[in-house]
T-cell receptor, first 109, second 112 residues
Framework: SQQGEEDPQALSIQEGENATMNCSYK?????LQWYRQNSGRGLVHLIL?????REKHSGRLRVTLDTSKKSSSLLITASRAADTASYFC?????????FGKGTRLHILP | DAGVIQSPRHEVTEMGQEVTLRCKPI?????LFWYRQTMMRGLELLIY????????DSGMPEDRFSAKMPNASFSTLKIQPSEPRDSAVYFC??????????FGEGSWLTVV
């Protein structure tokens, strides 16, 4: 069963612009994680935010978590061509980690 | 650490044949997950283990699928008999409970 749902499903932006992806989920969680997947590869962990945290930064990445709205956002600032990939949110509830269907991000040169 | 290691990376097999996918988790991790990824269904959790014990196998599609974890450093996912609709990428991942999960590079299965 799907827990997290990302939107938009696909996003194309110009290099240098910021990209924002959102994730909504249905039930209470222990933490939420964001992953990136390049075509033909496995998923790479980007950032983990726990249920008692509201915001986290890692380099050009900023993640927010609003447990009252059951939503999270991933912001990539100053996008680069190498950011082209699919991005997934994953919710952890009692160690069961469920992924959404992802947002396909395409950075235009 | 070498990360999560999966084999085979690619397999093409005929319908009806048995398929065995293998996974070596990161040393010390005590949670192991098997996922299946397709265009239609996205990334589905098939089964996960804690300390070698299956905790939730509700995602296993049907009786043709089985998974084992005989020890902390090895797990298998078996499909018998395989069908064309089983064609997908199968990922193994491991973690400490409640922490970042690390993925292998996947096993690309094609059943013809």
């Amino acid at each position: 069963s799907q827990q997290g749902e990302e939107d938009p499903q696909a996003l194309s932006i110009q290099e240098g612009e910021n990209a924002t992806m959102n994730c909504s989920y249905k039930t209470s969680i222990n933490n939420l994680q964001w992953y990136r997947q390049n075509s033909g590869r496995g998923l790479v962990h980007l950032i983990l935010i726990r249920s008692n945290e509201r915001e986290k930064h890692s380099g050009r990445l900023r993640v927010t978590l609003d447990t009252s709205k059951k939503s999270s956002s991933l912001l990539i600032t100053a996008s680069r061509a190498a950011d082209t990939a699919s991005y997934f949110c994953a919710t952890d509830r009692d160690d069961k980690i469920i992924f959404g269907k992802g947002t396909r991000l395409h950075i235009l040169p | 650490d070498a990360g999560v290691i999966q084999s085979p990376r690619h397999e093409v097999t005929e319908m009806g044949q048995e398929v065995t996918l293998r996974c070596k988790p990161i040393s010390g991790h005590n949670s192991l997950f098997w996922y299946r990824q397709t265009m239609m269904r996205g990334l589905e959790l098939l089964i996960y283990f804690n300390n070698n014990v299956p905790i939730d196998d509700s995602g296993m599609p049907e009786d043709r699928f089985s998974a084992k974890m005989p020890n902390a450093s090895f797990s298998t996912l078996k499909i018998q008999p395989s069908e064309p609709r089983d064609s997908a990428v199968y990922f193994c991942a491991s973690s400490f409970p409640g922490n970042t999960i690390y993925f292998g590079e996947g096993s690309w299965l094609t059943v013809v």
